[in-house]
């Protein structure tokens, strides 16, 4: 452990020590009672803005006009009433005293989850995201930004059970202690980088709930930085497990709507995880902000009108995955498109009335080559073609007795002709065009040509089903089928009308955590979304077990919107993972991405991971389940985990329902149960009280960038760590 290490850990160890003495605090009578009040004044809004509410409903009738303002402002009022809903969750934990126009003078303010004021409109809680609040978070002993004192509440929902006290300006360069004014600190100093030492290692030291929670009590100065960064362009935050960047990024979506609620409050936010698994995980802590609007989605969310398989269940061959994610893939998808627009081989004719109508082959290449040259999306042209198609046909028939208009409605119901025009230039969806594609090898060895070999191109194909709504999609088509989307662009619909349903929707603010696991045809999907380039990137290079995993962080910010320079930040900071955990994922990091850093602990654990060998292969189940009742002595009542090999999932579940285990599965149940078994594929930002990795060797041989994925799952637990094994270790764990 570096010495940095050991010093944020001693310093984070007095500060606990001193928690005890927050009780004593003289003031901690007069802050309750200021928070009660705030309480009251919390409770006094949400009843007028119930009272409001029910007079808008009252007034039923008017105009549509009138219907239509009143629908609009009770929407409003629904989404304030939800803003003022708390729960469990403490409305007050903070206050700041800052010098006024003359040193001699402080004013107070108490910072919170959201804006409180009294009947008079005073304020009496300050929302966190506003720019006074700011010092909370940033101040310093180097730059105090005009604080005289910050102090942090320990608080249990409205009731508080500590406080904690940092001091600024002469004489104090930023010190602090939790006894208050005249006590004998317990010191630790302000410019370590940690804020609020006894308030953050107590939420740090609190049981997890199998949900994420806030961490708006607890921001450390670089979260602080990167949640209030300007929000136009891209900004990557690349940090190791532990560091908050999941949290940290969820915040920034708060404190940009708060910032910026007009315009993103209509265009809209879009948060984009890996799995459904973590945005279980995640999806109360928007809504514990006031912010619950966002949309939190998974890819495949964003495509309609298709179905995919679950996670678990069988894919593409993983060349077929790694194919399918780069960007040459857009090239096929483009010649794809281009060999469905095919003028005629050979003149059309066929029987109409008394006589024939025609369609020379010259003039259908004339309809498509026009076509091509006039619209860029494939569908869009579809209309022109169509027009000049029918009109050509009834141009080609002579009957005085019969117009052309009625020549073109009798042939439109004609399957012969309807086959001819979806020939030159077929109306299509996504699905469509793929299905066709990936069931044929000669549309494959056609769409590859100057693309890929036709080996590879090969790899793609599989059995065409009967029709294309029976098609269960890959996970890995989920970008293609967006990409498709795109080129294809909307069908039109009775009289050329566009759906705007159908339409890509575009957000004023993206952020995606876990990003270095996304392909290249996944990060054009986001891109395709952003209104104006501004995204929010999250992740860990270290953890990058995705099929093109990157090396460097251009290699993600390539592929995303440029029209500002991106920015990169690092979070170097862990706090969720002690010491002793980190000490021992580091030797699997130091051979999985040597060139990469990783986080100081701030956290000294109970006890260093345990390895535990198994007896033999078939009593590993056995030994995993006594492990597990172990963990669960050890800490009762904790959030317990089980991170296996995707393949050793089932057996396992057998495994601890004969040992008398309950237990539940992450992809079924999500962290709810007590006990749950967690395939490694879709662990990443999850978090656990105790953890049991299970058969390491395993894991590092069963994917590609295996070393890289047990690193992962060595750091998903905040308090214990187990290691189970029947195999040899990998090299690092001996």
Not at 327 to 343: F, G, H, L, Q, T
Not at 480 to 501: A, N, S
Request: glycine residues 8%.
């Amino acid at each position: 452990m570096s010495r940095n290490q050991n010093l944020i850990l001693g310093q984070m160890s007095v500060a606990f020590d001193d928690l005890i003495m927050t009780q004593q605090h003289p003031d901690l009578a007069d802050e309750q009672a200021y928070i009660d009040h705030a309480y009251d004044c919390l409770e006094t809004s949400r009843k007028a803005a119930f009272r409001v509410r029910g007079l808008n409903e009252a007034s039923m009738g008017g105009t549509f006009q009138a219907r239509f303002e009143r629908n609009a402002f009770d929407g409003q009022l629904v989404r304030r009433l939800e803003e003022l809903e708390l729960g469990d969750a403490s409305l007050v934990f903070g206050r700041i005293d800052r010098y006024a126009e003359s040193p001699d003078q402080l004013e107070a303010f108490h910072i919170g989850r959201l804006a409180v004021a009294d009947e008079d409109r005073e304020p009496v809680v300050v929302d966190w995201r506003a720019p006074v609040a700011e010092p909370f978070y940033r101040a310093t002993g180097r730059d105090s930004m005009g604080l005289a004192r910050r102090r942090h509440f320990i608080v249990e929902s409205r009731n508080l059970l500590g406080i904690e006290d940092e001091f600024f300006g002469e004489g104090h360069l930023g010190l602090g202690h939790d006894e208050g004014l005249g006590g004998e600190p317990g010191v630790v100093t302000a410019d370590s980088g940690l804020r609020g030492y006894s308030t953050l290692l107590a939420a740090l030291e609190r049981g997890r709930t199998g949900t994420l929670g806030d961490i708006v009590a607890t921001i450390q100065g670089e979260q602080d930085e990167i949640i209030r960064s300007p929000q136009s362009g891209v900004l990557a935050v690349q940090g190791g497990p532990g560091t908050g960047k999941t949290v940290v990024a969820l915040h920034r979506a708060a404190y940009l709507l708060y910032t910026h609620r007009f315009p993103l409050e209509d265009q809209g936010v879009l948060v984009i995880g890996p799995n459904r698994v973590f945005l279980r995980y995640i999806e109360r802590v928007l809504p514990s902000l006031g912010e619950a609007g966002v949309k939190q989605a998974v890819l495949a969310d964003l495509i309609p009108g298709v179905q995919f398989r679950r996670p678990d269940e069988p894919g593409d061959s993983p060349e077929a995955v790694k194919i399918k994610g780069e960007e040459r893939m857009s090239d096929m998808v483009d010649n794809a498109i281009a060999d469905r627009k095919r003028p005629l081989r050979s003149d059309f004719e066929m029987p109409f009335r008394a006589g024939y109508v025609r369609l020379r082959a010259a003039e259908s290449a004339r309809i498509v080559k026009n076509a091509k040259r006039r619209f860029k999306r494939h569908n869009s042209g579809r209309r022109a073609v169509e027009g000049e198609f029918w009109s050509a046909l009834a141009d080609s028939y002579h009957d005085p007795e019969i117009g052309p208009r009625d020549v073109k409605d009798t042939l439109r119901h004609t399957p012969e002709a309807r086959a001819a025009l979806d020939t030159m230039w077929p109306l299509l969806t996504p699905a469509q065009l793929l299905h066709d594609l990936f069931g044929s090898r000669a549309l494959l060895k056609l769409a590859a040509r100057g693309v890929m070999s036709e080996s590879e191109a090969l790899a793609l194909y599989r059995e065409r089903s009967a029709t294309v709504d029976d098609v269960r999609w890959a996970l890995s088509d989920v970008a293609l089928l967006d990409d498709v989307r795109d080129v294809l662009g909307p069908r039109p619909g009775k009289g050329g009308k566009i759906d705007e349903l159908d339409e890509i929707r575009t957000y004023g603010h993206i952020v995606i955590d876990e990003v270095q696991d996304l392909t290249p045809m996944q990060l054009k999907m986001a891109t395709r979304r952003s209104l104006s380039g501004a995204m929010t990137i999250v992740g860990d290079l270290a953890q990058a077990t995705g099929p093109l995993a990157p090396n460097e962080w251009d290699d993600v910010l390539a592929h995303l919107p440029d029209r500002k320079p991106a920015r990169v930040i690092g979070l170097s900071v862990g706090y969720r993972i002690p010491g002793q955990i980190m000490e021992l994922a580091n030797k699997v990091m130091a051979v999985a991405t040597p060139s990469l850093r990783a986080p100081d602990s701030v956290r000294v654990g109970d006890v260093s991971p345990t390895i535990v060998r198994a007896p033999s292969t078939e009593l590993l189940g056995k030994t995993v389940a006594d492990e597990v009742l172990a963990l669960a002595g050890a800490i009762p009542g904790a959030s317990l985990g089980i991170v296996a090999p995707d393949q050793m999932i089932d057996d396992l579940s057998v495994a601890l329902t004969e040992a008398g285990v309950d237990h539940g599965t992450a992809t079924r149940t999500g962290l709810d149960a007590g006990v749950t078994l967690v395939p490694v594929s879709v662990v990443k930002g999850l978090e656990l009280d105790g953890v049991v990795v299970v058969e390491p060797s395993v894991i590092v041989d069963s994917i590609e960038h295996g070393m890289r994925a047990l690193y992962v799952a060595l750091t998903r637990s905040t308090q214990r760590l187990t290691v189970v094994h029947a195999d040899e270790l990998p090299a690092p764990l001996r």
